[in-house]
T-cell receptor, first 112, second 115 residues
Framework: GENVEQHPSTLSVQEGDSAVIKCTYSDSASNYFPWYKQELGKRPQLIIDIRSNVGEKKDQRIAVTLNKTAKHFSLHITETQPEDSAVYFC???????????FGSGTRLQVQP | DTGVSQNPRHKITKRGQNVTFRCDPI?????LYWYRQTLGQGPEFLTYFQNEAQLEKSRLLSDRFSAERPKGSFSTLEIQRTEQGDSAMYLC?????????????FGPGTRLTVL
């Protein structure tokens, strides 16, 4: 089955700087890769996702890149703000299944 | 609130007792998922329903766990003979339609503590 590894586990940046979180996956048949943001005590919420037929997707300050050959994908947040502070989870889903396999999370702290 | 709802939000039980959680998905969402999340980890998949049919089950779902979605709307997750290792946040999610890439919308979770 799918295995998703995520790093770093914690990331601290200054407000206005960029943040990058990286994930690798094991199943070359995986075709969908969402990113979720989870604030303390709250439910995970989708912030961006990418399909395997696309190399990059951007939504305002957030972008995701996918390298299928290397089986890794990354989340990029530019111009970070204190409200970006949260735990971010990457996930992958292989073809033919509906379940998501999540990474272990990255705690992002944006220092004002 | 038209999002996914879960009840109860918190449950404290003694080891060996049975517990049941309920999930109400977003109206007309065909797909419903159960995940378990322990502190400092990402959600782990437990099981998935499309309408009333349970189509996927994780190996994490031991025979003490059972899930139902009898009318294709709300779902229940029951844990029998609870163990301390069952302590976790149990998350429900739902997604619409039959397309492959629909976003999974998560509920607030039920936090289970087994004493």
């Amino acid at each position: 089955g799918e295995n998703v590894e995520q790093h770093p586990s914690t990331l601290s940046v200054q407000e206005g700087d960029s943040a990058v979180i990286k994930c690798t996956y094991s199943d070359s048949a995986s075709n969908y890769f969402p990113w979720y943001k989870q604030e303390l005590g709250k439910r995970p919420q989708l912030i961006i996702d990418i399909r395997s037929n696309v190399g990059e997707k951007k939504d305002q300050r957030i972008a995701v890149t996918l390298n299928k050959t290397a089986k890794h994908f990354s989340l990029h947040i530019t111009e970070t703000q204190p409200e970006d502070s949260a735990v971010y989870f990457c996930a992958g889903r292989d073809t033919g299944r509906r379940a998501l396999t999540f990474g272990s999370g990255t705690r992002l702290q944006v220092q004002p | 609130d038209t999002g996914v709802s879960q009840n109860p939000r918190h449950k404290i039980t003694k080891r060996g007792q049975n517990v049941t959680f309920r999930c109400d998905p977003i109206s007309e969402h065909n797909r419903l998922y159960w995940y378990r999340q322990t502190l400092g980890q990402g959600p782990e998949f437990l099981t998935y329903f499309q309408n009333e049919a349970q189509l996927e089950k994780s190996r994490l779902l031991s025979d003490r766990f059972s899930a139902e979605r009898p009318k294709g709307s709300f779902s229940t997750l029951e844990i029998q003979r609870t163990e301390q290792g069952d302590s976790a946040m149990y998350l429900c999610a739902s997604s619409p339609g039959l397309a492959d890439y629909n976003e999974q919308f998560f509920g607030p979770g039920t936090r289970l503590t087994v004493l």
